[in-house]
């Protein structure tokens, strides 16, 4: 089996935050809405094709990213979705939302028409954050997804 | 508790197909993309604040869904959510979508602009396969959801 690889499309949009034991965390790059993308290690592009226990520990990582979503950032509503429709590598989206934000009540897809980058620093306090409340890990040196 | 009951606005998109265990299986009534949502019978709104236990029986009705969309109805992918950024009551999308259908590759929340009706017959007919290869049970008689 090749080694895993972070679709180009994935790597394109988005900033590559670190790892959890079964996926990669991603947040994509548009500022405007905390949009962040999980990518389980997995060369299957179905999320209910993965075994039972592979897919429950995947969706306790989503449940660890959706809860610091909405204590850590407070948004109190998440959208969750797995779609694939245009980049077919599994991945989950987990996106912090609530009335008033610049696409609501529509989804993100295709309707997050303006864009704002990240400031620098917002990335690694979030990434720290992120290390402290959900045990992420930093990607291995070298290792370029 | 009061007993529970689906969102009016789902009853009113949806055909009622029958229950899981955990959840209430849906239909939308546009027929042009095979569109299923399941309702847990739970009154949080976010899937991630269900407990491990009930949320991995939800994800694993989901996955029943999925086999069926994929197997069954011969769709390769599979949109699957959870947004509720509309209707706040906790419910899960399940879509067969597949290139070239009615608004590929756009997501069919706000897109799915035509519309098409189900024949009573396809209704019954794929009814009658959940109950056999999902273990879809019927609503309870009197039950009105």
Redesign the interface.
Known sequence: MSPFSIHPQLRADCHLLGRFPRSHLLLHKNALIPWFILVPETDL????ELA?EP??AV??E??SI??FI?EELAFP??????????VPQLHLHLIG?RAGDPC????V???LLENLSYPAERIKEWTAMLEKKCGLKPEAQGQDH
């Open positions: 592009t179905n999320l209910f039972p897919r429950r969706i306790e989503s449940a959706a809860r909405t509503r998440i959208n969750f979705a797995a779609i694939g429709n245009l939302r609501w009540p529509l989804t897809w295709g309707n």
